[in-house]
């Protein structure tokens, strides 16, 4: 099951309409039956987010491991910015590929 990022990643690539949905799946690690089935919007956008990270939403905000930031776990600035640079990877990847 993909989690709901990877999900939303396929579609955004997939309306960028600049790759293959052989490509995206290359991209992103998943199978190109899953691109196929987001392409043709026969699986929805959601994504199943393992059990382990919604028991990370705490209660009381806490000192984040990684930015130093004082948050509700998990670090949403931290997330954005692993998404970002996974992103800047992937741009880069995609240039490769194109
Ligand atoms: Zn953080």
Redesign the pocket.
Known sequence: MLSREIVLEVKRLLDEDKHSQRQIASLLKVSRGSVNAIANNRRGLHGREPERQLQLFATRPSR??????Y?YAP?L??RA?EYREREARLQKLARRVA
């Open positions: 984040c491991c990684k930015c130093g930031g948050v670090c600035l931290c910015r």
